[in-house]
C-alpha cells in the first residue's frame, strides 16, 4: 500500500504580537571607529578592500574563519574571506560566531530581540530560530550586555551585506564561555544547521601584540593546527605557544572558543577541508603599520559536500540532476493541468541516482504561502516516476486546497524532498531539529512533518510533535507519547535554488 501525505509546510510564524511589539534593534556600536559611519564613504571603502582581496579560489564553502579588527588593518583580509562566497547564493541562515570581548559567562547569548542595524541599512536576524536555540538549550541565552559593545560580530556585516546584498538572514551569536567542553555542547547544538543551506562566519584575529616577526611564526603555527580540522591539535597548540614566553604576546587566537566550536562541528567529516587564504598582520598596514606590537589576521575558507548529501544514506545530487527533478514536476503540472495528460520521460536520458528507488514529496508554494503538498515515504519506484506521480498529486489532490487552475501554474514555486528510509526511534532525544522529519503512527492513525517545517515554523520540539500528533494524526496534542515516532531525513531544493 503506499502511504500519502499532505502537510502545511509554512504559515506558521511562531512569533505572537506582544513579542513583534518589544523588538529593540542593535544599534551599531564602533561605526565611526572601526569603519566608517558614512554608507557612502563605506561602500567605497569596501569597494576598494574587494577590488585588493584575493579573488575566489574555493567552491562549496560552509564557512569562514575571518578576523575583526578595524578595517585599515584587517580589511583585505576580511574581504578575501568573503571574496570566496557565492555571490549568487542564497543562505537561508548565516551564523555569525563571536567571542566576547567584554563580558564572560559560561554559554553563548543569541540576540532575539530585533535585528541589527549597520551604515548599510537592516540586517534580519531570524528571531524565529534564534529563540528556538535558546528555548531548548541551557548553553544558549540572552544577555543585551553581550551585544551592547561587541565589536567582533558587528564588523562581519557590512562585508556580508557588500558581497550578498540586503536579503541575508543572520543568528548572532556571542560566546562568552571560556570551556572547551561549553563549546563542544554549542557545537553539538548547532551541527544540525551545519550544510550547504547555511553559512559559518567565525570571528577572530591572531596573535595580540608580537613584534612582526614573532606574530609571523606563531600565526602560523596556529593556522596550521586549524588547518588539521583536529580542535584537539589547536587546544595543544595555544597551550604550547602560551608557555613559550614570546614577547608581549598576550593570546595567540582571540576567538579561540568561536573557532574551537566550529571544528567541534567538523572534526569527524573526512569531506571538510580549511583552506588557507590569506595572512596578513597589522604591521603590514600602508598607513598605520607598526612592526614593534602587532595583530595578526588569518582568512581561512572551510569547504566540503556536508548538506549536499544524506551521509547514513549516501543521497547526493548534482545541480543539472536537481534542475531535471524539477523540470520533471513543472512539465508534468503543465500537462496535466493543461490537456489532461501525463507526459513521457525519456528514461535512458536519466541519470542512475534520478532512477534510484526513493520516496520524495512534492510542496508548492504561490506567493510564499503554501499550495499543496503530497509525498510517499515507500521506497517501490524509481525517484523520477515518484516526482512526477506527486507534482501530479500536489496540484490536483490535497484536499486543503482546489485543484490548481491553468493560470496559476506559472505563478508556482517547485519543490522537492528526497527522503532517507524512515528509521523508528525510541527517544525523542534522537530528533534533530531541522534535520529529521517525524512520523507518528498510532493505530489507523498517522501524519508527518517534513524537516524544514520546523525550521520555518521556530516550533519547539515538544510543539513541533504535539503539532504532528493533533493537526496531522488526529490523535491529540499528547497522542506522541504513547505513539510510534519514526523520523527521516530530506534532501531538499527547489526552483528558488536557480533563479537568476
Known amino acids: ?77 576580511a574581504a578575501s574571506c568573503f571574496n570566496q562566497l557565492d555571490e549568487d547564493k542564497h543562505y537561508e ?3 555569525i560566531l563571536a567571542s566576547s570581548h567584554h563580558v564572560a559567562f559560561d554559554g553563548a547569548s543569541i540576540y532575539e530581540k530585533g535585528n541589527y542595524i549597520t551604515p548599510l541599512g537592516e540586517v534580519k536576524v531570524n528571531l524565529s530560530l534564534a529563540r528556538t536555540l535558546i528555548a531548548e538549550n541551557k548553553e544558549f541565552v540572552f544577555r543585551p550586555d553581550a551585544h551592547r559593545h561587541e565589536h567582533s560580530l558587528e564588523v562581519q556585516l557590512p562585508f556580508l551585506q557588500y558581497k550578498l546584498g540586503g536579503n541575508i538572514q543572520i543568528i548572532p551569536v556571542i560566546i562568552g564561555t571560556q570551556n572547551y567542553k561549553t563549546c563542544k555542547k554549542l557545537a553539538d547544538i548547532l551541527k544540525p544547521y551545519f550544510n550547504q543551506k547555511n553559512l559559518f562566519v567565525i570571528s577572530t584575529d591572531f596573535s595580540h601584540f608580537p ?99 544524506n551521509d547514513e544514506y549516501g543521497l547526493r545530487f548534482s545541480d543539472a540532476e536537481k534542475m531535471e527533478l524539477l523540470h520533471i514536476a513543472r512539465s508534468t503540472i503543465n500537462e496535466y493541468i493543461i490537456n489532461g495528460r501525463t507526459p513521457d520521460i525519456e528514461v535512458a536520458d536519466l541519470t542512475d541516482n534520478l532512477q534510484l528507488d526513493c520516496g520524495a514529496f512534492v510542496t508548492l508554494h504561490k506567493d510564499g504561502k503554501l499550495r499543496g503538498c503530497i ?88 510543539e513541533f510533535l504535539g503539532h504532528c500528533a493533533k493537526d496531522k494524526a488526529r490523535i491529540g496534542w499528547d497522542g506522541w507519547k504513547d505513539a510510534d515516532i519514526y523520523i527521516y531525513e530530506a534532501y531538499i531544493f527547489s526552483e528558488k535554488d536557480f533563479e537568476e
Request: charged fraction near 20%.
Open 375 to 462: 509525498g510517499r515515504f515507500d521506497a517501490r519506484d524509481p525517484l523520477y516516476l515518484v516526482v512526477q506521480q506527486m507534482a501530479i498529486s500536489a496540484s490536483t489532490k490535497d484536499y486543503r486546497f482546489p485543484r490548481v487552475p491553468e493560470e496559476e501554474i506559472d505563478e508556482l514555486e517547485i519543490e522537492i524532498s528526497v527522503l532517507s528510509p524512515m528509521r523508528k526511534i525510541s527517544s525523542i532525544d534522537e530528533i534533530e531539529m531541522g534535520r529529521h522529519g517525524i512520523y507518528i503512527k498510532k493505530g489507523m492513525n498517522s501524519g508527518t512533518f517534513l524537516p524544514q517545517v520546523a525550521v520555518e515554523t521556530g516550533w519547539s520540539k515538544e
Open 211 to 309: 613584534d612582526y616577526e614573532d606574530a609571523i611564526t606563531v600565526d602560523r603555527i596556529t593556522a596550521e593546527a586549524i588547518l588539521t580540522n583536529d580542535p584537539d591539535a589547536l587546544i595543544n597548540t595555544l597551550k604550547t605557544n602560551s608557555n613559550k614566553n614570546i614577547d608581549n604576546l598576550v593570546t595567540s587566537l582571540c576567538g579561540w572558543s568561536s573557532v574551537i566550536t566550529l571544528m567541534y562541528m567538523t572534526e569527524d567529516d573526512p569531506e571538510i577541508k580549511y583552506n588557507e587564504v590569506i595572512y596578513m598582520n597589522s604591521g603590514d598596514s600602508k598607513t598605520y603599520g607598526d612592526k614593534y606590537r602587532v595583530v595578526g589576521y588569518y582568512g581561512i575558507a572551510v569547504t566540503g559536500t556536508t548538506g549536499q548529501e
Open 93 to 95: 541562515n548565516i551564523f
Open 1 to 77: 500500500m503506499v502511504f500519502m501525505f499532505a502537510l502545511f509546510s509554512s504559515g506558521c510564524s511562531g512569533q505572537d504580537n506582544d513579542f513583534q511589539q518589544s523588538l529593540v534593534n542593535r544599534e551599531p556600536a564602533v561605526s565611526g571607529q572601526f569603519y566608517s559611519s558614512d554608507p557612502a564613504s563605506l561602500k567605497a571603502d569596501l569597494s576598494v578592500l574587494f577590488s585588493n582581496a584575493v579573488q575566489k579560489e574555493f567552491e562549496n564553502v560552509l564557512a569562514v574563519i575571518s578576523p575583526h579588527a578595524g578595517y585599515v588593518f584587517s580589511g583585505e583580509v
